[in-house]
């Protein structure tokens, strides 16, 4: 009986949404909708094409989020979401969508909706269709312009690694995979072995001089331990070069660091300085 009760009342509640907030609004293909500007004559959007619209997600009482975006249009996810809600629109068009927002929620935000009503009022304009054809056209023009220029850098690695070997004079050869080691001062601690945990002193340096990464900054050594996969493979092999006490100078090429990828503050195919002063080893 508890559980018909509930069943009941969601019947209820459905036929609510529908009643009380759909005047005016056409139901199909199990949407809400109301145009406010509509273009019957323009185009609409197919699977795969490129979009740019504007959008307001709300209550009936408050908006939640607002922004103009592209995004893809792809087969819907469930019946009646924002995708099918897209491809209702022409060129030009602007309408109003009214969803239930848990659903809503559930699929795309993966978090509970944040209002204790069910509706969910979605306002969008099409402003631009890029079709799928001339979309994946440019994605691939795209794609030739960035290999073409990881291919650029990845050649000038060589001549900036020669650049600055000649303007400060490094005579040391480089070791068999590439790494500059440049001892400065020789200590007469332990030496540096897999496992040992190092502290260090260490600035990290583009060649231009720029300075990425430093120890000094804060005043406290560097704990590292040898062999985990925390520091980058130049570094590694560097550490194993030296003892408690000893200070050098390390020219790394990118594939000991961090290689074609790059990463957050450092180009791909970029080779790097560091400075090391060994403070300790356990």
């Known amino acids: 009986?508890?559980?018909?009760?509930?069943?009941?009342?969601?019947?209820?509640?459905?036929v609510a949404l529908e009643t009380s907030c759909s005047h005016g609004f056409i139901k199909e293909d199990g949407l809400l909708y109301k145009f406010h500007m509509e273009n019957k004559d323009s185009v609409q959007p197919q699977i795969g094409d490129l979009v740019e619209f504007s959008y307001s997600f709300r209550t009936k009482d408050s908006v939640i989020s607002e922004n103009q975006i592209e995004d893809i249009i792809i087969e819907s996810i469930y019946?009646?979401?924002v995708y099918a809600a897209l491809r209702k629109l022409h060129l030009g068009d602007s309408a109003t969508f009214i969803m239930n927002g848990d659903t809503f929620y559930h699929y795309f935000m993966d978090e509970p909706?944040?209002?204790?009503?069910?509706?969910?009022?979605?306002?969008?304009?099409?402003?631009?269709?890029?079709?799928?054809?001339?979309?994946?056209?440019?994605?691939?023009?795209?794609?030739?312009?960035?290999?073409?220029?990881?291919?650029?850098?990845?050649?000038?690695?060589?001549s900036m690694i020669n650049d600055y070997i000649t303007n400060n004079k490094v005579k040391v050869k480089p070791c068999e995979s590439g790494l500059y080691f440049m001892k400065s001062f020789s200590g007469k601690g332990k030496?540096?072995?897999?496992?040992?945990?190092?502290?260090?002193?260490?600035?990290?340096k583009l060649l231009n001089g720029t300075i990425f990464s430093s120890s000094l900054d804060s005043g406290v050594p560097f704990e590292i331990t040898v062999g985990n996969s925390q520091i980058i493979l130049g570094l590694k092999e560097a550490l194993l070069l030296m003892k408690e006490g000893d200070k050098a100078t390390v020219l790394i090429p990118s594939k000991l660091a961090y290689g074609k990828n790059g990463n957050r503050i450092i180009q791909p195919y970029t080779p790097l300085i560091f400075d090391l002063e060994i403070v300790s080893v356990e």
């Not at 009986?1 to 459905?14: C, E, G, R």
């Not at 030496?191 to 990290?204: A, D, E, F, R």
């Open 1 to 14: 009986m508890k559980n018909l009760t509930k069943l009941m009342i969601a019947i209820l509640a459905l």
């Open 79 to 81: 019946l009646g979401d």
């Open 113 to 158: 909706f944040p209002s204790d009503k069910s509706e969910l009022y979605f306002d969008a304009k099409l402003i631009k269709i890029t079709p799928k054809e001339e979309f994946e056209k440019q994605q691939a023009e795209k794609m030739k312009q960035y290999e073409s220029f990881m291919e650029e850098l990845k050649n000038l690695e060589e």
């Open 191 to 204: 030496p540096i072995l897999i496992g040992s945990k190092v502290s260090v002193n260490l600035t990290g």
